[in-house]
Structures are given as C-alpha cells and as structure tokens.
C-alpha cells in the first residue's frame, strides 16, 4: 500500500486547541497588543463601581464652652464648630476597584482614566462648603474632568447668616452661629430695582460659598462640542424643604429660620451655566423624596413661579404602599441671554420670637 506524504505537509494541530500555534518567530501576546474593544471592556469590569464613589463625606460636629460668670473676664456659654471627616468611606468604595491599573504605564493609564472618570458617579456627601469638590476637581487635572460625565453633591439647605439692609452679611449671637466663615453677597445679587434706595430686607439669608462658580469654568474646561453632558445631581434631604419653599415651624423651634430654603443658589447657578459653559455641556438636576400631596398642591403655584420644571414618580415605603411618597426631580428653566439676578427676600421666619432672642442684643435693625 502506497505511503500518503501529503500528510507531513500540514502542521500538527492538538485536538483540544481551537487555533492553530503561532509561528516561533511572532511576537509575544500581551495586554496592550489586545484590540481596543477588549482592554476597554477589561477597564469597564475593574474600574466601574455599581454605587457612587464617595470621594469625601463630612459631617458637622460641635462641642458647648461652659460659662464662667465671675471674675475679671467673665465668658459667656460659647459653641465650637469644626467639619469631621470620615475617611472610611472613600477607602471602602476604591477597594473595591483595582486601581493599579491607572500606574501601569502612560498608555494604560490614559486609557483606564478615560473609564474610570466616565463611567462612574463621584459623589460628596455631608455637610460641606464647595471647596472639597472644587479642590478634586483641580487635583485630578484637566483630562480627567473633561471625562467626567456625572457627580452627585449633597445640597441640603445652605448654612446661614445675618443680612442687614445694605446687603452685608454678619455674624449676629453667641451660639457660633453661622457655623461656616461668612461669605460675602454674591455681585451678581442685587436689591430690586423696586425696593426704596436700593436697599436690602434684614434677615436670615442663605451663606453661599462664591468658590461655586469656580465649579462650572472647571468642569467646562476643554470640553469638545458634542461630547457626553455632565450631570450634576444636586441632593436633597427626605422631606426637607427644596429651594423655593420653606416649611412651617414649630411655635416652639429654636432655630425657625432653618425650615427655609431661598433660590439665591439655583439663580446663581443658572446664571454660572451662562457665563462658563455652552448651554449644553452640563446639567444640573435637583433631586429629594416628598409626600405626594402638598409636592402636587404646590406644583402650579410655586414651581410655575420660581421657573422649575419637575418630574414626580411613586417610592415604595418600608411598609409596602406606593403612591405616599414620591421622588422629584426638578430642572430648572435655563435663561437664555443676559439677566440681572434679584437677590431673594430673607427667611420669612426671620423675626419670630425665637429669632429675636437668638440675635442676643445686636444691631436694633435685626429686632423689627
């Protein structure tokens, strides 16, 4: 029987391998000589967390001087406010990513970036003044933000401060209240072209950071024409008054001015969209949980009036019964050319009894 040599011209090929061995000569397979598609798909596994990045979480703590009435400097009962950080929770959502990845090399690093800033939510949660986002945002550099594509900020009610009728802000009793330095008004925030003179309302107003415009120029950037949105979801307490409302106090609250809550932030921010972005590159959304009832009876009435625009959807509450309470997200109506902001009246309940009594004796404006 004759020989079959054609067989020893084709390679041996072992039955359990779906392709054929490389050449001894080719190059070795390696990570980055994978396609594109792959590593990226490799990045989006290692890098992408299911819940939001805490990136810094605060909360405000105090501690009361006691008193000491006799001798020759007498002190009276003081409060000390400093901001505690929790570094826990950052640590606890990073370790859970393999982030060597973003050291491997320029080439991995710049590419793992790109998913990592993508692709999550980076959130700051607890009681802060702006300027632990606005220093990240600096820290990360400028590609990096241009990748951002959501964050997510606390925005519970601003920390307040005394106005006096001509618009400056100070700080009035001895509780240590404000808690935060007092920042001065805003310029872009003026006295209604009606009021008498140009002067303002005294009262409880709203202590707003002015880094917060620094926020939007950073975020906008270099940004291309076209390129994913930023969302910026601002975070509002369960049931707790959102900007344009206030709710009614106790008679007997101690700090009735708290259940207020002005537009003086979202008409800032509005008015940082227009000067530092294109319109269209970052968003900003308002986000809280509210019973149903009294979020739709004042839908019409303050919504319409303050320019927000809100989107309502039931939550299911721990006992099971949907429709009770509803989460909200409010956007607001974006300007569309040059605006002079009117600053907003101070808090209704500046002036109530227990109001009085905290001012502790200073300027006689403040008692009207």
């Known amino acids: 029987m004759a020989q079959n040599n054609c067989t020893a011209l084709i390679p041996y090929t072992p039955c359990h391998s779906s392709f054929p ?10 990570f980055c000589s994978l396609p594109r598609e792959i590593r990226d798909t490799i990045y989006s596994l290692a890098l992408i967390s299911p819940t939001p990045i805490t990136v810094w979480k605060g909360s405000t703590e105090y501690f ?9 400097h007498p002190r009276p009962r003081a409060c000390v406010w400093w901001r505690q950080l929790h570094h826990e929770f950052p640590a606890a959502h990073l370790r859970a990513l393999n982030l060597n990845l973003l050291f491997c090399n320029k080439t991995l690093h710049r590419e793992a970036a790109l998913i990592f800033y ?12 702006w300027d632990p986002l606005v220093s990240w945002l600096k820290s990360i550099g400028v590609e990096n933000r241009t990748s951002l594509t959501s964050l997510q900020v606390d925005a519970d009610r601003q920390d307040q401060a005394w106005q006096d009728s001509r618009g400056e802000r100070m700080r009035v009793g001895g509780s240590g209240y404000p808690r935060e330095e007092i920042y001065p008004r805003h310029p872009y925030l003026h006295a209604p072209p009606t009021r008498r003179g140009g002067l303002f309302r005294h009262g409880w107003v709203d202590n707003i950071n002015p880094v917060v415009e620094e926020v939007f120029s950073l975020l906008q950037g270099k940004r291309a024409p076209g390129q994913q949105p930023v969302t910026i979801s601002m975070q509002l307490a369960k049931s707790y008054p959102y900007p344009g409302r206030g709710r009614n106090p106790h ?3 101690q700090k009735p001015e708290n259940g207020w809550y002005s ?9 940082f969209l227009y000067l530092h972005t294109d319109g269209k590159s970052i968003e900003v959304l308002w986000k809280g949980c509210f019973v149903r009832e009294p979020l739709l009876a004042e839908k019409q009435e303050l919504f319409e009036k303050q320019g927000w625009k809100m989107t309502i959807w039931p939550v299911l509450e721990k006992d099971g ?3 009770l309470w509803v989460m909200y997200v409010l956007r607001r109506e974006r300007f569309l050319g040059p605006f002079e902001l009117m600053a907003q009246d101070p808090s209704p309940y500046s002036h109530s009894a227990c109001s009085r009594r905290r001012l502790n004796g200073t300027d006689g404006e403040c008692h009207l």
């Open 118 to 129: 993508c692709k999550n939510t980076f959130s700051f949660e607890g009681d802060h003044n």
């Open 64 to 72: 009361f001087i006691d008193p000491l009435p006799e001798g020759p």
């Open 251 to 253: 008679p007997m609250e």
């Open 263 to 271: 537009m003086d932030l979202p008409n800032l921010i509005e008015k």
């Open 21 to 30: 061995r490389q050449p001894r000569n080719s190059p070795p397979t390696t």
């Open 321 to 323: 019964a949907p429709g």
